[in-house]
Structure formats: structure tokens, C-alpha cells
């Protein structure tokens, strides 16, 4: 067997069957990374245009890849970087093809102009709503505030107020209809 560190070695480790495969793959991908990380890397810059992250990740994940296929790798050849090479071409490759397919992301500098919901309408409706109320009388804003604010029945709303039931549907129906004019009379149609 060649010496640790060189081409030999590693060929002599895939072409010679496992005896103990946690030791044997440990040796494998240590002899990998020694031996061809250096022009590896340098390789994969160049396809990558200068990304070093994105570089990196490559050739990880072609190690990755030689590591899970070792058992099929040509150990006759001489050297082992044309494969190495070819499978990090093709990584590179899947990435920017699936790039090209994904829309591509945009900052918040988009979303800085895109109108929205304006909320000053609601406000005021419901400054105006308020106000309406106020210029009831208190007896025709208890029931109306029991029945509708409080989602009460008109018999529970008679019986949290004191009055008899026909006492509070006179009083709802009244209040309504004071409420619909002093909601016209600020410009509110209902």
C-alpha cells in the first residue's frame, strides 16, 4: 500500500473491499480532501465566478458524493480529479438551473411604494359612530349598547337593565331610528 497522503494510497483504499467501513470511509474521505481540496477548490472558483461560499458548498458536497460512491470510483486511472471535476460541474450546473426556475427574491425596497389599506376611514367612522351615540338619550344608548354592543337577546338586555322586555323593543326600535338621523346629520349614511 502507497503511503498515506498520496494518490496511491487512496486508489488502494477504494480498489481493496472494506474490511471496516466506518474506519476505511474515515480514511477515504481524509485522503480525498488531502489529496484534491486544493485544486478542487481552485476549479470550482472559476465555475462559481469568484463565490467562495458558494464554492465551498461545492466541493463539500462533491466530497460528499465520491465519499457515498466510493465503492464505484475507477481506482485504475491516475488521478481522480476529472471525476471529481465532472461531479462538481454538474453540482454547479443543478444550482443555477434551479435558480433560474425559482422567481427571484426582492428586497423590502419593493414593497415601500405599494399602496395600502388606507385606515383613516374606519377611524373616523368610528369617531362619528361615537359621537352619534353620545347625542342619545342615556336611556336609548343603555339598550342600544346592551343589544348590540353586547350581543345581548332582548330579554337578557331586560333583564341586566330592570325593565320589561316591550320596554327594551320600544327602546332598541326608537334609538335606531335617532341614531340613523344624528349619523345623517353628520354626513353618515346607514
Known amino acids: 500500500m502507497a503511503a498515506p497522503g498520496t494518490a496511491g494510497g487512496l486508489r488502494n483504499l477504494i480498489r ?22 486544493r485544486p478542487l ?14 464554492a465551498e458548498d461545492v466541493v463539500q458536497e ?7 460512491g466510493a465503492d464505484r470510483l475507477d481506482s485504475s486511472s491516475g488521478s481522480l480529479m476529472p471525476w471529481l471535476a465532472t461531479v ?9 438551473r434551479s435558480r433560474d426556475i425559482r422567481p427571484p427574491e426582492v428586497g423590502d425596497a419593493a414593497l415601500e411604494h405599494l399602496p395600502m389599506a388606507d385606515q ?5 367612522r368610528k369617531v362619528v359612530v361615537s359621537e352619534a351615540l353620545n347625542a342619545l338619550s342615556a336611556p336609548h344608548r ?16 331586560a333583564e341586566v337593565l330592570g325593565i320589561p ?12 331610528r ?13
Open 16 to 37: 481493496f473491499p472494506r474490511t471496516a467501513p466506518d474506519t476505511d470511509d474515515e480514511r477515504i474521505v481524509t485522503e480525498l480532501y488531502r489529496d484534491y481540496h
Open 41 to 54: 477548490t481552485g476549479f470550482v472558483m472559476r465555475l462559481t465566478a469568484g463565490d467562495r461560499q458558494w
Open 62 to 68: 462533491t466530497f460528499i458524493r465520491a465519499w457515498k
Open 88 to 96: 462538481a460541474r454538474r453540482i454547479v450546473i443543478d444550482h443555477r
Open 120 to 124: 383613516m376611514d374606519g377611524l373616523l
Open 142 to 157: 343603555e339598550v342600544l349598547t346592551e343589544t348590540v354592543l353586547r350581543d345581548r337577546t332582548v330579554n337578557q338586555a
Open 165 to 176: 322586555v316591550g320596554t327594551v323593543k320600544s327602546r332598541v326600535y326608537y334609538a335606531l
Open 178 to 190: 335617532a341614531l340613523r338621523v344624528a349619523l345623517e346629520e353628520r354626513g353618515v349614511t346607514a
